[in-house]
């Protein structure tokens, strides 16, 4: 059977304000899923949820059929759900090197020894892949950053982290036609080494280089219809109301 | 290096059992003093200083602004000498056991140990291990402990002593004045550079025990030294007082850099006096690293007292749960062109106190002095506090002060961050600890600063 992560019927609330009631979603492991949505359907606020950092009113997320409701946010994250912020905070004095360093030692079995050798190699590949000069490495995370280099930092820390899914919220907005390339080569590779993909996303047409498994339109709380490119486009161009 | 960090990764608990062949009671009175002099041979000058300075101890009120209550203390209480019936050693091979494992747990590093030449460790109030490395030795540095340095190298130290923080500077320089036993005499010739540092390990291992340590290094003209300090100090029940007194000579042209790391336990009080002069073109370097301890009060200080001295303090201070840290810098531009520069960042951690103390003063015939202060304060938890008091008294001409100051905290955003990274909440901390102090642990040696960022997360999972 294949690793996936499963979403069933999950109910959540947001200050107080009731944003999901029984949305079900299954990502199977090396997909890539696509979620649109109005502003403020709670894409955004889902994506939180599954990694823990909204408490969940009630229904069921698991991973390869383990339940990672109540677990802490840092054990969802070693378990393999990596979430890349939308508006990532910056970490004045922690370097970009230090800040990965100090996630893979924490997902490393205690006892072994860290492999920096390794990790430079790794560290250099990445960075070459998401067009980033070697001095990135001793840029502190998203410390004046631009929109777009924050966005690149947090792609290279999903290629660096290994996750078994990662989540991307609006990992396309604000970027330019070639760093747009660049993402896009990114999601590819991740899903080459068999990592699942969840997308929040306001546009489709970066997505036609995707050819994402399934497209599903996020709507009153839950999943009010599922396609594939076709549906993207569809909302591209003639907007949610002609889908609902 | 690593199996010692972690062998060093048990916070506290550096206690071992030892035997203590001389002790001098508890309590401090005239025979005390009398007592210690005479334990150590001292000649009679000494003697005369030593109770000059317990008569102005005794006259002396405790400073109003202390800002935490000494009572806890308990002077009469304390033993004010105590040493292990050692000789300095030279050889590894002659070191005993206990204080071997005392090393292994304070986690000396490897590569450290093979330098023991040139290394000094003091094992409570007299050194443990002493060994002078052969080319030291041939460039006519002079690296002892005091008592050996006024014993046998009276004509250098003599004119020297307590002559840059005389005894009535602060009761507790005349505490120290009065009591001390054990620290470093050092001293570099003319034109010596010494590229490896000098290193001395400090540490307090009897309860009640207050150390009371001496340090006098004399640079010489054209001459360059770097002197390491590190402390730990076992956990015990009752108070424990660390009054030392530090005093630097940079001749014209010479360069000191002195490197303090202590990470004292918090029931240790630690107020030290440190002060150098630095003549002609001279330059003082303080880099001081202070983690622990009830109440640390600490301002090193630079009198530039000739013409383009430079003095400089790094400064970093982690108050945790029940401590203050009361640390600074003081400036004293008493002669022209001269400048200085201090760099201070300090933690408080849960209820901790870390307050910035710091005085430029430049005097009225001073002319072209340049000062920059810069001071930082990270402070984790909501009740953490964090004070700034500057002062600044400019007399001379042409006097170009700058004081600079930020203040922040560690943002809940930034340990969600960190969480969904796969960090726990201590790990996130550290990491953002260890981020603010980075461009400061870099002035540190490499082993100091991978020790450092080790102790700063140590820090952090004492919750």
Known sequence: MRDVLAIRDLYLNVAGKAVLYGLSLAIPAGEIHVIMGRNGSGKSSLLHALVGQIPVASGAVTLDGESLLELPQEVIARKGLFLAFQMPVALPGVTVTQLLRAALQARQEKGKLFNHMQFHDD????????????????????????????????????IMLKPKYVLLDEIDSGLDVDATGIMVNAIRLLQRRGTGILIVTHHSRWLEALNPNGVHLLSDGVILRSGDMELARTIELEGFQAVQ | MSENLEEFATPGNFSYATEYAHDAGRGLREETVRYISKVKNEPRWLLNFRLRALKIFEAMPIPPWIPVDLAPLQFDQIRYYLAKDQEPKRRWEDVPDEVKATFDRLGVPENERKFLAGVEAQFDSEMAYASLRQSLAEKGVIFVNSTEGLLQHESIFRPHFGKVVPPADNKFSALNSAVFSGGSFIYIPKGAKLEQPLQAYFRINAEQFGQFERTLIIVDEDAEVTYLEGCTAPRFESSTLHAAVVELIAMPRAKVQYITVQNWSSNVYNLVTKRGTARESAEIRWIDCNIGSRLTMKYPCVVLAGTRARGEMVSISVAHHGQYQDTGAKMIHNASHTSSHIMAKSISIQDGVAAYRGTTRVAKSAKNCKNYTRCDALMIHPESVSKTSPTLDVNGNLAQVQHEATVSRVSDEQIRYLRQRGLGESQAMGLLVNGFLNELLREFPMEYGVELKRLMEMEMEQR
Do not use: I, T, Y
């Open chain 1, 123 to 158: 560290l250099e590949a990445a960075m070459e892949l998401m067009g980033m000069d070697p001095s990135w490495a001793n840029r502190h995370v998203n410390d004046g950053f631009s929109g777009g280099e924050r966005k690149r930092c947090e792609m290279l820390q999903a």
